[in-house]
T-cell receptor, first 114, second 113 residues
Framework: AQSVAQPEDQVNVAEGNPLTVKCTYSVSGNPYLFWYVQYPNRGLQFLLKYITGDNLVKGSYGFEAEFNKSQTSFHLKKPSALVSDSALYFCAVRPNTGGFKTIFGAGTRLFVKA | GAVVSQHPSRVICKSGTSVKIECRSLDFQATTMFWYRQFPKKSLMLMATSNEGSKATYEQGVEKDKFLINHASLTLSTLTVTSAHPEDSSFYIC?????????FGSGTQLSVL
């Protein structure tokens, strides 16, 4: 079965420190990979995507993600965390079989402490 | 960028009544829209795929007769929660995309008393 795993329910990091939010997936073929962020009582906002090309993709608000095909991972990273980065982050995968159906991970809550 | 508008943002209703939630793509045409349900501190659960001009495709375990979906135009999809009960209380989110990138509505918090 196709799935997306975010192994950490919560990640705590001090402001100014680097952060990593992990994501692995189990989808056949070469899927599209996404990260979304959700602030309280809001819909999701697109951060970045990987379709093909360079394994390191850069997105909004200074975030980047590294695609690793052999490990089927797509970890989200930021060199220096901000308190305002505190939110719920979702990794998502779209099988490259046509259409827009997207599978989401369970979400990881990021807390950045001042 | 593309915008998806969802209305209402919050609704409180009595048990047994029906509630309609609208999802509009404001600057692009969406032949397909998606409806998700999100429980507190949980991931998004895809409920159904709304297809313009045809029947919606429901995910396994989602009651078609309870969650009615209509996609009458290329910019509007509606989700109607029929005969709502307290267990239907949740955060409902729609999404659509002009390309591979999905845009999400701001969500609707439904509270059934």
């Amino acid at each position: 079965a196709q799935s997306v795993a975010q192994p950490e329910d919560q990640v705590n990091v001090a402001e100014g420190n680097p952060l990593t939010v992990k994501c692995t997936y189990s989808v056949s073929g070469n899927p599209y990979l996404f990260w979304y962020v959700q602030y309280p009582n809001r819909g999701l906002q697109f951060l970045l995507k990987y379709i093909t090309g360079d394994n390191l993709v850069k997105g909004s608000y200074g975030f980047e993600a590294e695609f690793n095909k052999s490990q089927t991972s797509f970890h989200l990273k930021k060199p220096s965390a901000l308190v305002s980065d505190s939110a719920l982050y979702f990794c998502a995968v779209r099988p490259n079989t046509g259409g827009f159906k997207t599978i989401f991970g369970a979400g990881t809550r990021l807390f950045v402490k001042a | 960028g593309a915008v998806v508008s969802q209305h209402p943002s919050r609704v409180i209703c009595k048990s047994g009544t029906s509630v309609k939630i609208e999802c509009r793509s404001l600057d692009f045409q969406a032949t397909t829209m998606f409806w998700y349900r999100q429980f507190p501190k949980k991931s998004l659960m895809l409920m159904a795929t709304s297809n313009e001009g045809s029947k919606a495709t429901y995910e396994q375990g989602v009651e078609k007769d309870k969650f009615l979906i209509n996609h009458a135009s290329l910019t509007l999809s509606t989700l109607t929660v029929t005969s709502a009960h307290p267990e239907d209380s949740s955060f409902y989110i729609c999404s659509a995309g002009p390309n591979e990138k999905l845009f999400f509505g701001s969500g609707t918090q439904l509270s059934v008393l």
